[in-house]
């Protein structure tokens, strides 16, 4: 009976050891469970996170609207127009209000219009569309805070829409200027501008693509390169901002795509970094000198890449070289493939547009072209047209 009962009392002690070994080395129930629950509570509770879409657009709106403008422009003297107006199956035409004639106004009197503007410099220099001002005998700018300025048009570069004008003021508002070439397809922008009279109006989208040319602008040596967005834009935007989220000015916006004359989806912004060149230019000399490359140019496709032999169908062919010219100079050849300026990658006419259209003369670029299988780096000094 003694040895019995020190069995069961050593089986006691031992399990009250064990348990209590346990206890001690093991983690709690609340331990081992509850970082779970608090994970799976944190996924359902937190909202998903999409990287880069912002919250609303607020600061980027407060920075860009006090330094976009309405432009009203008339004609003094009356004009006697045509029973059919020409300008009626003008691009631009959806972009000025309803009393400029042939757009819903009256057939005969003065022509007359409105728009926008972006303040370039604190000093009173304002980027806007040529299209806007080029009938103009008077311009009046209204500002942001509703002053009133009667400005003069400095100078104008057609060949890419751009027109500059100066009103006597200071510390003006002003937009950091993007870089044009780091925007990317599907990053958010904003239009703000005055369409339909609608003044100091914002509205959002996204680029949804870059380097259009629309033939939008007469002339083979237009410069059309466009940032095409989804944002809202409507008559009386044309020479407002198009900004970045961050509020910095990416483009002026020009045209639409439309068969009604408003907004049905897409709209058309030119690139800041090509109206920085040409603006700069018109502010320092009062007109841009434009370089020109000396060549024709065409498309490559699979088609033509399959009649050159050349197995990728992305670049800029060379058809033919004006005599004197900046290419033919520099030893450029017909059937040469130009696929990078200056390091970038040349994948469009819309793309090698730009690219010269923002050099100055003087510059030398070098060229990269696809000749006979073989890449090539070639110097390029560019001379005026």
């Not at 009962?5 to 001690?24: D, H």
């Not at 961050?246 to 002026?252: A, C, F, S, Y």
Request: charge should be negative; avoid cysteine.
């Amino acid at each position: 009976m003694q040895k019995i009962l020190s069995l069961v009392a050593a089986g006691a002690v031992g399990g009250v050891l064990a348990l209590s070994f346990y206890t001690f080395f093991a983690p709690s129930a609340a331990t081992v469970h509850q970082p779970a629950v608090e994970k799976v509570q944190q996924k359902v509770n937190q909202a998903p996170s999409y990287g880069g879409v912002p919250a609303n657009f607020r600061e980027a709106a407060s920075r860009s609207m006090p330094a976009v403008v309405h432009i009203s422009a008339r004609e003094i003297q009356e004009t006697t127009y045509q029973e059919e107006d020409p300008l009626s199956d003008s691009p631009f035409r959806f972009f000025f209000g309803d009393d400029f004639p042939g757009f819903g106004g009256a057939p005969f009197g003065p022509k007359m219009g409105t728009g926008s503007g972006v303040i370039y410099t604190d000093d009173g220099y304002i980027v806007t569309n040529n299209h806007v001002v080029e009938f103009a005998d008077e311009v009046e700018v209204t500002l942001y805070d509703n002053r009133k300025f009667m400005a003069t048009v400095v100078g104008t570069y057609p060949k890419s829409d751009l027109a500059v004008l100066k009103i006597e003021a200071a510390e003006l508002p002003t937009l950091e200027l993007a870089d044009s070439d780091n925007a990317q397809i599907g990053d958010w922008v904003l239009a703000v501008g005055n369409p339909l009279n609608l003044t100091s109006t914002v509205t959002a989208g996204i680029i949804s693509a870059k380097g259009r040319d629309i033939n939008i602008i007469e002339g083979r040596d237009a410069i059309e390169s466009f940032i095409q967005t989804d944002a809202a834009v409507n008559p009386g935007n044309s020479g407002g901002a198009l900004v970045d989220e961050k509020g910095r000015l990416l483009g002026i916006n020009t045209a639409i795509s439309t068969n009604t004359g408003f907004f049905q989806g897409y709209s058309f912004a030119i690139p800041v970094n090509v109206m920085k060149k040409i603006v700069d230019d018109i502010i320092e000399t009062g007109s841009f000198q434009r370089a020109y490359l000396g060549v024709g140019i065409a498309q490559l496709d699979n088609d033509y890449a399959m009649e050159l032999g050349v197995n990728f169908n992305q670049g800029v062919v060379i058809v033919n070289l004006e005599d004197g010219g900046s290419a033919q100079y520099a030893g450029l050849l017909p059937q040469d493939i130009i696929v990078a300026v200056d390091g970038r990658q040349i994948a469009t006419v819309p793309q090698l547009q730009e690219v010269i259209g923002r050099a100055r003369v003087g510059d030398e670029i070098v060229i990269t072209v696809n000749r006979d299988g073989e890449e090539r780096d070639i110097p390029v000094y560019l001379k005026a047209g």
